[in-house]
Protein backbone atom coordinates (compact mmCIF):
# COMPACT_ATOMS: atom_id res chain seq x y z
CA UNK A 1 0.00 0.00 0.00
CA UNK A 2 1.32 2.97 -0.61
CA UNK A 3 2.06 5.29 1.96
CA UNK A 4 1.85 9.26 1.03
CA UNK A 5 4.35 9.98 3.77
CA UNK A 6 7.30 9.07 1.63
CA UNK A 7 7.08 12.24 -0.48
CA UNK A 8 7.03 14.71 1.73
CA UNK A 9 9.62 17.36 0.46
CA UNK A 10 12.09 19.02 1.99
CA UNK A 11 10.52 22.56 2.03
CA UNK A 12 11.96 25.71 3.31
CA UNK A 13 9.06 27.41 5.58
CA UNK A 14 9.52 30.82 5.16
CA UNK A 15 5.77 32.14 5.66
CA UNK A 16 3.95 33.01 9.06
CA UNK A 17 4.30 29.32 10.46
CA UNK A 18 5.31 27.07 10.87
CA UNK A 19 8.92 27.80 10.73
CA UNK A 20 11.77 24.95 10.16
CA UNK A 21 12.39 22.67 12.68
CA UNK A 22 15.64 21.64 14.14
CA UNK A 23 16.77 18.16 14.46
CA UNK A 24 17.64 17.82 17.73
CA UNK A 25 13.18 18.93 18.33
CA UNK A 26 12.66 15.83 15.53
CA UNK A 27 14.90 13.63 17.50
CA UNK A 28 12.87 14.57 20.72
CA UNK A 29 9.80 13.61 19.42
CA UNK A 30 10.72 10.34 18.26
CA UNK A 31 11.56 9.43 21.63
CA UNK A 32 9.86 6.56 23.45
CA UNK A 33 6.45 7.60 25.03
CA UNK A 34 6.02 7.24 28.76
CA UNK A 35 2.52 7.30 30.57
CA UNK A 36 1.63 10.63 31.10
CA UNK A 37 1.73 10.62 34.79
CA UNK A 38 5.22 8.67 34.82
CA UNK A 39 7.22 10.08 37.30
CA UNK A 40 10.13 10.41 34.96
CA UNK A 41 7.54 12.69 32.63
CA UNK A 42 6.38 14.92 35.60
CA UNK A 43 9.98 15.52 36.28
CA UNK A 44 10.41 16.60 32.26
CA UNK A 45 7.06 19.07 32.56
CA UNK A 46 8.48 20.82 35.99
CA UNK A 47 12.04 21.97 33.77
CA UNK A 48 10.18 22.64 31.31
CA UNK A 49 7.90 25.45 33.43
CA UNK A 50 10.78 26.67 34.43
CA UNK A 51 11.83 27.07 30.69
CA UNK A 52 8.76 28.90 29.77
CA UNK A 53 9.07 31.54 33.09
CA UNK A 54 13.00 32.46 32.16
CA UNK A 55 11.60 32.82 28.44
CA UNK A 56 9.06 35.06 29.82
CA UNK A 57 10.48 36.75 32.47
CA UNK A 58 8.27 35.84 34.73
CA UNK A 59 7.79 34.31 38.25
CA UNK A 60 4.09 33.18 37.75
CA UNK A 61 3.40 29.64 39.17
CA UNK A 62 0.46 29.06 36.85
CA UNK A 63 3.28 29.11 33.50
CA UNK A 64 1.89 25.88 31.07
CA UNK A 65 1.67 24.49 27.75
CA UNK A 66 -1.73 23.27 26.99
CA UNK A 67 -3.18 21.01 24.79
CA UNK A 68 -3.31 22.51 21.15
CA UNK A 69 -2.16 25.44 19.23
CA UNK A 70 -1.73 28.84 19.76
CA UNK A 71 -5.49 29.54 19.00
CA UNK A 72 -6.70 27.04 22.04
CA UNK A 73 -3.97 29.32 23.92
CA UNK A 74 -6.34 31.83 22.87
CA UNK A 75 -9.40 30.46 23.52
CA UNK A 76 -8.37 29.28 27.34
CA UNK A 77 -7.32 33.03 28.38
CA UNK A 78 -10.77 34.47 27.33
CA UNK A 79 -12.92 31.44 28.80
CA UNK A 80 -11.65 31.07 31.65
CA UNK A 81 -11.16 35.04 32.52
CA UNK A 82 -14.27 36.46 30.66
CA UNK A 83 -17.81 36.33 32.37
CA UNK A 84 -20.98 37.34 30.28
CA UNK A 85 -21.31 40.89 30.71
CA UNK A 86 -17.82 41.54 31.51
CA UNK A 87 -17.11 44.92 29.49
CA UNK A 88 -13.70 43.82 27.29
CA UNK A 89 -11.63 46.34 25.16
CA UNK A 90 -9.65 44.83 22.35
CA UNK A 91 -7.43 46.45 20.20
CA UNK A 92 -7.20 45.55 16.93
CA UNK A 93 -4.53 46.26 13.18
CA UNK A 94 -4.76 42.52 12.21
CA UNK A 95 -6.55 39.11 11.95
CA UNK A 96 -5.61 37.85 15.33
CA UNK A 97 -6.88 41.19 17.12
CA UNK A 98 -10.30 40.31 14.92
CA UNK A 99 -10.67 36.98 16.55
CA UNK A 100 -10.01 37.96 19.85
CA UNK A 101 -13.29 40.21 19.17
CA UNK A 102 -15.21 37.20 18.60
CA UNK A 103 -14.27 34.98 20.65
CA UNK A 104 -15.02 37.75 23.58
CA UNK A 105 -18.27 38.12 22.05
CA UNK A 106 -19.48 34.72 21.84
CA UNK A 107 -18.75 34.44 25.22
CA UNK A 108 -21.25 37.21 25.80
CA UNK A 109 -19.10 40.28 27.04
CA UNK A 110 -19.82 43.89 26.10
CA UNK A 111 -16.49 44.63 23.89
CA UNK A 112 -15.52 47.71 22.57
CA UNK A 113 -13.17 47.87 19.83
CA UNK A 114 -10.25 49.95 19.00
CA UNK A 115 -9.30 49.48 15.54
CA UNK A 116 -6.04 50.90 13.79
CA UNK A 117 -5.19 50.74 9.82
CA UNK A 118 -3.29 47.27 9.42
CA UNK A 119 0.08 47.72 8.83
CA UNK A 120 0.09 50.44 11.45
CA UNK A 121 0.35 50.01 15.38
CA UNK A 122 -2.06 50.63 17.96
CA UNK A 123 -1.75 54.35 19.14
CA UNK A 124 -1.33 54.54 22.69
CA UNK A 125 -2.65 57.54 23.21
CA UNK A 126 -6.05 56.58 21.73
CA UNK A 127 -5.66 53.86 24.31
CA UNK A 128 -5.09 56.31 27.22
CA UNK A 129 -8.81 58.16 25.66
CA UNK A 130 -10.46 55.22 25.61
CA UNK A 131 -9.34 54.17 29.28
CA UNK A 132 -10.63 57.44 30.40
CA UNK A 133 -13.56 57.34 29.03
CA UNK A 134 -14.82 53.86 30.59
CA UNK A 135 -13.24 51.08 32.67
CA UNK A 136 -12.52 47.29 31.61
CA UNK A 137 -12.72 44.03 33.50
CA UNK A 138 -10.19 42.78 30.43
CA UNK A 139 -7.74 44.92 27.56
CA UNK A 140 -6.55 42.75 25.60
CA UNK A 141 -3.55 43.07 22.84
CA UNK A 142 -1.85 41.08 19.88
CA UNK A 143 1.95 42.00 20.45
CA UNK A 144 3.23 40.79 17.19
CA UNK A 145 0.41 40.87 14.66
CA UNK A 146 1.16 37.79 12.15
CA UNK A 147 -1.46 39.25 9.55
CA UNK A 148 0.43 42.49 9.17
CA UNK A 149 4.23 42.23 10.57
CA UNK A 150 3.62 45.26 12.86
CA UNK A 151 5.32 44.62 16.66
CA UNK A 152 2.69 46.43 18.85
CA UNK A 153 3.75 48.48 21.69
CA UNK A 154 2.49 46.34 24.70
CA UNK A 155 5.22 47.78 27.13
CA UNK A 156 3.52 51.34 26.56
CA UNK A 157 0.16 49.88 26.90
CA UNK A 158 0.78 47.99 30.00
CA UNK A 159 1.97 50.88 32.00
CA UNK A 160 -1.49 52.60 31.33
CA UNK A 161 -3.10 49.81 33.00
CA UNK A 162 -0.69 49.66 36.08
CA UNK A 163 -2.75 49.80 39.40
CA UNK A 164 -6.21 49.53 37.81
CA UNK A 165 -8.30 46.36 37.98
CA UNK A 166 -8.27 45.07 34.44
CA UNK A 167 -6.67 42.26 33.44
CA UNK A 168 -3.97 43.01 30.40
CA UNK A 169 -4.36 39.66 27.93
CA UNK A 170 -1.32 39.43 25.32
CA UNK A 171 -1.06 37.32 22.34
CA UNK A 172 2.69 36.37 21.92
CA UNK A 173 2.04 33.60 19.46
CA UNK A 174 4.52 35.00 17.23
CA UNK A 175 6.56 37.52 19.21
CA UNK A 176 7.74 34.81 22.03
CA UNK A 177 11.46 33.45 21.05
CA UNK A 178 11.79 36.03 18.13
CA UNK A 179 12.04 39.31 20.18
CA UNK A 180 12.22 40.16 23.79
CA UNK A 181 9.09 39.43 26.15
CA UNK A 182 8.56 40.76 29.58
CA UNK A 183 5.60 39.38 31.30
CA UNK A 184 5.88 40.77 34.70
CA UNK A 185 7.95 44.45 34.15
CA UNK A 186 5.65 45.01 31.49
CA UNK A 187 2.44 44.34 34.08
CA UNK A 188 0.69 41.81 31.67
CA UNK A 189 -1.16 39.48 33.56
CA UNK A 190 -2.33 36.34 31.30
CA UNK A 191 -0.41 35.39 27.49
CA UNK A 192 -0.62 32.90 25.84
CA UNK A 193 1.72 31.68 22.60
CA UNK A 194 2.30 28.60 20.24
CA UNK A 195 5.13 25.90 19.43
CA UNK A 196 5.44 26.54 15.77
CA UNK A 197 7.10 29.52 15.25
CA UNK A 198 10.02 31.14 17.03
CA UNK A 199 10.31 28.30 19.29
CA UNK A 200 10.88 26.35 16.38
CA UNK A 201 8.62 23.33 17.53
CA UNK A 202 5.78 21.52 15.49
CA UNK A 203 2.18 23.18 15.94
CA UNK A 204 -0.06 21.26 18.78
CA UNK A 205 0.95 22.94 22.40
CA UNK A 206 0.43 26.26 23.72
CA UNK A 207 2.31 27.87 26.20
CA UNK A 208 -0.12 30.14 28.63
CA UNK A 209 0.59 31.97 32.07
CA UNK A 210 -1.34 33.63 34.26
CA UNK A 211 -0.16 36.38 36.97
CA UNK A 212 -1.60 35.76 40.58
CA UNK A 213 -4.10 38.78 39.74
CA UNK A 214 -5.46 36.58 36.58
CA UNK A 215 -6.19 33.96 39.04
CA UNK A 216 -7.69 35.88 41.21
CA UNK A 217 -10.06 36.65 38.58
CA UNK A 218 -10.59 32.77 37.60
CA UNK A 219 -11.10 31.82 40.97
CA UNK A 220 -13.48 34.71 41.92
CA UNK A 221 -16.10 33.32 38.89
CA UNK A 222 -19.91 33.53 39.68
CA UNK A 223 -20.20 30.91 36.79
CA UNK A 224 -18.67 28.04 36.04
CA UNK A 225 -15.84 28.27 33.11
CA UNK A 226 -17.80 26.99 29.76
CA UNK A 227 -14.84 24.72 28.27
CA UNK A 228 -14.24 21.95 30.48
CA UNK A 229 -11.54 20.81 28.32
CA UNK A 230 -10.00 24.09 28.52
CA UNK A 231 -9.93 24.97 31.88
CA UNK A 232 -7.01 26.20 34.11
CA UNK A 233 -8.28 25.17 37.28
CA UNK A 234 -8.60 22.15 35.90
CA UNK A 235 -5.08 21.90 34.20
CA UNK A 236 -3.61 23.63 36.41
CA UNK A 237 -4.07 20.45 39.41
CA UNK A 238 -2.43 18.44 36.22
CA UNK A 239 0.58 20.24 36.19
CA UNK A 240 0.51 21.29 39.88
CA UNK A 241 2.20 19.05 43.22
CA UNK A 242 -1.11 16.97 43.62
CA UNK A 243 -1.36 15.53 39.47
CA UNK A 244 -4.73 15.76 39.26
CA UNK A 245 -5.94 13.75 36.07
CA UNK A 246 -7.72 15.88 33.35
CA UNK A 247 -6.62 14.66 29.84
CA UNK A 248 -4.02 12.51 28.50
CA UNK A 249 -0.89 14.97 27.90
CA UNK A 250 0.81 15.06 24.60
CA UNK A 251 3.63 13.62 26.06
CA UNK A 252 6.19 13.32 22.76
CA UNK A 253 4.96 17.06 22.01
CA UNK A 254 6.09 17.91 25.53
CA UNK A 255 9.31 16.61 24.81
CA UNK A 256 9.68 18.90 21.49
CA UNK A 257 9.09 21.84 23.45
CA UNK A 258 11.34 21.20 26.38
CA UNK A 259 13.89 20.29 24.10
CA UNK A 260 12.96 23.86 21.37
CA UNK A 261 13.38 25.45 24.99
CA UNK A 262 16.81 24.29 25.66
CA UNK A 263 17.50 25.36 22.30
CA UNK A 264 16.83 28.77 22.84
CA UNK A 265 18.22 28.57 26.34
CA UNK A 266 21.67 27.42 25.23
CA UNK A 267 22.05 29.82 22.58
CA UNK A 268 21.15 32.64 24.72
CA UNK A 269 17.85 34.32 24.43
CA UNK A 270 20.06 37.34 23.65
CA UNK A 271 22.22 36.05 21.05
CA UNK A 272 18.77 34.46 19.32
CA UNK A 273 16.86 37.96 19.46
CA UNK A 274 20.11 39.14 17.51
CA UNK A 275 20.32 36.52 14.90
CA UNK A 276 16.24 37.24 14.21
CA UNK A 277 16.99 40.80 13.49
CA UNK A 278 20.30 40.51 11.47
CA UNK A 279 18.74 38.51 9.27
CA UNK A 280 15.66 40.59 8.98
CA UNK A 281 18.07 43.31 7.78
CA UNK A 282 19.77 41.59 5.17
CA UNK A 283 16.39 40.71 4.01
CA UNK A 284 14.76 43.90 4.35
CA UNK A 285 18.18 45.00 2.25
CA UNK A 286 17.48 42.62 -0.55
CA UNK A 287 14.16 43.57 -1.08
CA UNK A 288 14.57 46.64 -0.98
CA UNK A 289 17.16 46.34 -3.67
CA UNK A 290 14.48 44.41 -5.78
CA UNK A 291 12.47 47.81 -5.64
CA UNK A 292 10.05 46.13 -3.14
CA UNK A 293 8.65 48.50 -0.84
CA UNK A 294 7.85 47.18 2.94
CA UNK A 295 4.46 47.59 4.15
CA UNK A 296 5.23 48.45 8.08
CA UNK A 297 7.75 51.40 8.57
CA UNK A 298 10.99 50.85 10.12
CA UNK A 299 10.58 51.15 13.83
CA UNK A 300 7.16 48.68 13.95
CA UNK A 301 9.08 46.11 12.12
CA UNK A 302 9.07 42.39 13.35
CA UNK A 303 12.35 40.96 12.18
CA UNK A 304 10.19 37.57 12.56
CA UNK A 305 7.48 38.39 10.29
CA UNK A 306 8.34 40.38 7.17
CA UNK A 307 5.38 42.10 5.08
CA UNK A 308 6.45 43.41 1.51
CA UNK A 309 3.91 45.00 -1.21
CA UNK A 310 4.00 42.77 -4.06
CA UNK A 311 4.95 43.95 -7.77
CA UNK A 312 2.65 45.74 -9.21
CA UNK A 313 1.07 43.79 -12.15
CA UNK A 314 2.83 40.70 -10.76
CA UNK A 315 0.15 37.36 -10.20
CA UNK A 316 1.50 37.45 -6.24
CA UNK A 317 -0.48 33.67 -5.77
CA UNK A 318 1.10 32.27 -9.14
CA UNK A 319 4.72 33.50 -7.73
CA UNK A 320 3.90 31.95 -4.62
CA UNK A 321 3.32 28.95 -6.52
CA UNK A 322 6.64 28.41 -7.93
CA UNK A 323 8.46 29.32 -5.16
CA UNK A 324 7.02 26.54 -3.66
CA UNK A 325 6.99 24.58 -7.02
CA UNK A 326 10.17 24.85 -8.37
CA UNK A 327 12.28 25.76 -5.97
CA UNK A 328 10.60 24.51 -2.77
CA UNK A 329 10.28 27.55 -0.49
CA UNK A 330 6.91 28.69 1.46
CA UNK A 331 5.97 31.91 1.67
CA UNK A 332 2.62 33.14 2.83
CA UNK A 333 0.29 36.02 1.16
CA UNK A 334 -1.93 38.86 2.69
CA UNK A 335 -4.86 38.75 4.60
CA UNK A 336 -8.12 40.69 4.94
CA UNK A 337 -7.83 44.26 3.08
CA UNK A 338 -4.02 43.03 2.57
CA UNK A 339 -5.15 39.75 0.37
CA UNK A 340 -3.68 39.74 -3.25
CA UNK A 341 -1.21 42.56 -2.02
CA UNK A 342 1.34 41.66 0.17
CA UNK A 343 3.72 38.94 0.90
CA UNK A 344 4.53 37.61 4.34
CA UNK A 345 7.88 35.84 4.62
CA UNK A 346 8.90 34.65 8.18
CA UNK A 347 12.20 34.74 9.64
CA UNK A 348 11.02 32.63 12.75
CA UNK A 349 13.67 30.49 15.04
CA UNK A 350 15.32 27.79 13.13
CA UNK A 351 14.39 29.39 10.16
CA UNK A 352 16.42 32.75 11.01
CA UNK A 353 19.92 32.27 9.32
CA UNK A 354 21.51 33.94 6.71
CA UNK A 355 21.78 31.20 4.63
CA UNK A 356 17.83 30.98 4.21
CA UNK A 357 17.61 34.47 3.69
CA UNK A 358 20.08 34.22 0.34
CA UNK A 359 18.48 31.12 -0.95
CA UNK A 360 15.47 32.96 -1.06
CA UNK A 361 15.96 36.41 -2.14
CA UNK A 362 18.32 34.70 -4.99
CA UNK A 363 14.77 32.59 -5.93
CA UNK A 364 12.30 35.44 -5.39
CA UNK A 365 14.63 37.77 -7.94
CA UNK A 366 14.41 35.02 -10.94
CA UNK A 367 10.79 34.52 -10.32
CA UNK A 368 9.41 38.06 -10.42
CA UNK A 369 12.78 39.12 -13.21
Not at 91 to 104: D, H, K, P, T, W
Not at 346 to 365: I, P, Q, Y
Amino acid sequence: MKNLLDGIEDVLLMGPGPSCVPPEVYEAIGKKTLGHLDPYFLKIMDELKEHLRTLLNTKNTLTVPISGTGSAGMEACFVNLVEPGDRVLILINGVFGVRMREVASRLGAEVDALEFTWGTPVVVDDVAKKLREKSYRIVAVVHAETSTGVCNPVEEIGALLKGSDAIYLVDTVTSLGGIEVRMDDWGIDALYSGTQKCLSCPPGLAPLSFSEKAMAKLNGRKTKVPNWYLDISLIAAYWGQNRVYHHTAPVNMTYALYRALLLILEEGPESVFRRHLDNHLLLVKGLEGMGLNMVVEKPWRLPMLNTAYCPEGLDELAARRCLRGEYRIEIGGGLGPLAGKIWRIGLMGHTAKKENVERFLDALREVIS
